[in-house]
């Protein structure tokens, strides 16, 4: 049961299209729901394997057995649970990581890392990868250390960033030149559909395509995005 009445489901009969990896949309999906929203889930981009195991593979196998890397950094849920399962199939486990420092781009990525046992060290306050690099100079200041010469390993995808407005556009193109002109006017009228963006790298990259952004989360959450979705909707 929702938190709120029936009559005062603050997204009713909003039909709000999710398109988020599959493996991620269901979360999203029910919490929607629960707000009177009516999720259609269109998955833009999937995560799958790389064709070759071996650098990831001996990056791991350096971080557990040489103390080669200083930080551990992922970016993202599935970056994490790729990681560990790797790390299980090489026979290690989150003890295996010794003294290497943790950080995540944001808290979500930090409650995957905690159901594996691993605690994380640094969070920034802005979760964009611009932030993750200001908290690692603000706390090599903090140390009196340098990051100079640290060695970082990075756990991101190859295609990290904004992917899902680039592949939503090129598909929309892709199906029917009138379909993307029809869907690019109604934006640019602030009619229907509006989007929404969970944060400025996501709202840069749908302006690069000539979207309007109507919606974009203060704080780069999916609990953020849903906040600034029904502030939007109180507003209308």
Same mark, same amino acid.
């Given at each position: 049961?929702?938190?709120?009445?029936?009559?005062?489901?603050?997204? /009713?009969?909003?039909?709000?299209?999710?398109?988020?990896?599959?493996? /991620?949309?269901?979360?999203?999906? /029910?919490?929607?729901?629960?707000?009177?929203?009516?999720?259609?889930?269109?998955?833009?981009?999937?995560?799958?394997?790389?064709?070759?195991?071996?650098?990831?593979?001996?990056?791991?196998?350096?971080?557990?057995?040489?103390?080669?890397?200083?930080?551990?950094?992922?970016?993202?849920?599935?970056?994490?649970?790729?990681?560990? #399962?790797?790390?299980?199939?090489?026979?290690?486990?989150?003890?295996?990581?010794?003294?290497?420092?943790?950080?995540?781009?944001?808290?979500?990525?930090?409650?995957?890392?905690?159901?594996?046992?691993?605690?994380?060290?640094?969070?920034?306050?802005?979760?964009?990868?611009?932030?993750?690099?200001?908290?690692?100079? %603000?706390?090599?200041?903090?140390?009196?250390?340098?990051?100079?010469?640290?060695?970082?390993?990075?756990?991101?995808?190859?295609?990290?960033?904004?992917?899902?407005?680039?592949?939503?556009?090129?598909?929309?193109?892709?199906? %029917?030149?009138?379909?993307?002109?029809?869907?690019?006017?109604?934006?640019?009228?602030?009619?229907?559909?509006?989007?929404?963006?969970?944060?400025?790298?996501?709202?840069?990259?749908?302006?690069?395509?000539?979207? %309007?952004?109507?919606?974009?989360? /203060? #704080?780069?959450?999916?609990?953020?995005?849903?906040?600034?979705?029904?502030?939007?909707?109180?507003?209308?």
């Amino acid at each position: 049961m929702s938190e709120y009445g029936v009559k005062s489901l603050p997204l /009713q009969g909003l039909s709000i299209l999710v398109t988020r990896t599959h493996e /991620q949309a269901g979360t999203f999906s /029910q919490q929607l729901s629960a707000l009177g929203a009516i999720p259609v889930e269109f998955p833009i981009i999937r995560v799958v394997p790389p064709e070759d195991w071996e650098p990831l593979d001996n990056a791991l196998r350096r971080l557990c057995e040489a103390v080669w890397y200083d930080w551990l950094v992922f970016t993202s849920a599935n970056g994490v649970r790729i990681c560990f #399962e790797r790390l299980q199939r090489l026979g290690y486990g989150a003890r295996s990581l010794g003294d290497v420092r943790v950080a995540t781009i944001g808290p979500a990525t930090a409650e995957v890392l905690a159901k594996y046992g691993v605690a994380v060290d640094l969070v920034p306050a802005e979760y964009i990868a611009e932030g993750i690099a200001v908290s690692l100079l %603000d706390d090599a200041r903090k140390r009196g250390e340098s990051l100079k010469g640290k060695k970082v390993l990075l756990a991101r995808a190859a295609e990290a960033r904004s992917s899902t407005v680039r592949n939503f556009m090129h598909w929309i193109i892709q199906c %029917d030149r009138d379909v993307a002109n029809s869907f690019l006017s109604n934006v640019s009228r602030h009619t229907r559909p509006k989007i929404a963006c969970i944060g400025p790298i996501t709202s840069q990259m749908a302006r690069e395509f000539g979207l %309007d952004v109507h919606i974009e989360a /203060q #704080e780069y959450t999916i609990a953020g995005l849903i906040e600034a979705i029904i502030r939007n909707e109180e507003k209308s």
